[in-house]
């Protein structure tokens, strides 16, 4: 590749909470613009989390190295805050430097009940809930900023599901989940507030309906079959890989003008109209704008002008 196809070469980035899903589609595509990609995680190949699934981070960094970038595996609990002190100093030790960091961290999808109230909801799974959500998020800027600032031009991603403005007007599933993602997008006001006088970015994502391991297995159907789940849920014909919402952050990380988003809620989709990029089959789904128009309105599947 040249150094126009390889716009992160010499950059480095850390991917919290690379495991599976978007996070490892992030992973990816930063790799496959040339960074170097610190991938974290509690799943290795020695040790599954709760999950219980078999996706490791192992597996992605090494799909970060074949992307054509640099992949780096360090199991990590963002829980923990020594783990994650001694996770940025290996990064200071090694490189000197962050250029990216992405806050993906969440894990709480089998902690998820829809349309409970919050008196009938598991206090111990809502709580848990927020602390895999918003706590790890904490821990990990209070130890990544310092290297993150160490010279100007970083940037900030933090991951979410649904944009400021439809988060804003929708409740989402119950009060744990709602709160869980509406804090990423505040988070990343707060982080422009803070990070912006010392020369970074940074601003929070959502990718649209994902195509992720679990949302797969749910549906029974594999990548490569996908559109099969479209018989028991027609709009998920809509639905994007997690490499999509990982070219929406390459394209951000290799804006010299990304300053422009500062603070802003944005979307993979709408990202793809700014910066050009496809997902993996040459599309681009707009996802937030077909919930909105087609889904909520309660219209028929049609992405017809959506992809």
């Not at 990816?28 to 699934?53: F, I, K």
């Not at 992307?67 to 595996?73: E, K, L, V, Y």
């Amino acid at each position: 590749m040249t150094g126009t196809e390889r716009p992160l070469a010499g950059r480095v980035a850390l991917v919290a909470g690379a495991t599976r899903g978007a996070g490892r589609g992030i992973a990816v595509e930063l790799g496959a613009a040339g960074a170097t990609v610190y991938v974290t995680g509690r799943t290795t190949r020695d040790r599954r989390s709760e999950y219980d699934r078999p996706e490791t981070i192992e597996d992605t960094a090494d799909l970060v190295t074949a992307a054509g970038g640099t992949g780096i595996a360090v199991p990590t609990d963002h829980l923990v805050p020594e783990q994650v002190e001694r996770l940025v100093a290996r990064m200071d030790a090694e490189q000197g430097h962050l250029d990216v960091l992405v806050n993906d961290i969440w894990g709480g999808e089998y902690l998820t009940e829809w349309d409970k109230p919050v008196w009938e909801y598991s206090l111990t799974d809502g709580l848990r809930m927020l602390r895999l959500a918003i706590d790890t998020h904490l821990v990990t800027a209070h130890y990544a900023f310092p290297l993150l600032i160490k010279r100007p031009g970083g940037l900030v991603v933090e991951v979410t599901d649904g944009t400021a403005e439809y988060n804003a007007d929708h409740y989402r599933l119950n009060a744990y989940y709602d709160l869980a993602k509406i804090s990423p997008i505040r988070l990343a006001r707060s982080w422009a507030h803070e990070l912006g006088p010392h020369g970074a970015t940074a601003v929070a994502i959502t990718p649209g309906w994902l195509r992720s391991e679990i949302m797969l297995h749910e549906y029974g159907v594999t990548e490569e079959n996908w559109r099969d789940a479209c018989v028991k849920e027609p709009h998920f014909a809509i639905s994007e890989t997690p490499r999509f919402v990982g070219r929406a952050v390459a394209a951000l990380a290799a804006d010299e003008q990304r300053d422009r988003w500062q603070g802003q809620s944005l979307s993979s989709g709408g990202l793809a109209k700014e910066y050009g990029f496809t997902d993996l089959d040459g599309s681009r789904p707009d996802a937030w704008r077909y919930v909105v128009e087609v889904q909520d309105a309660g219209k028929p599947a049609d992405v017809t002008g959506y992809r």
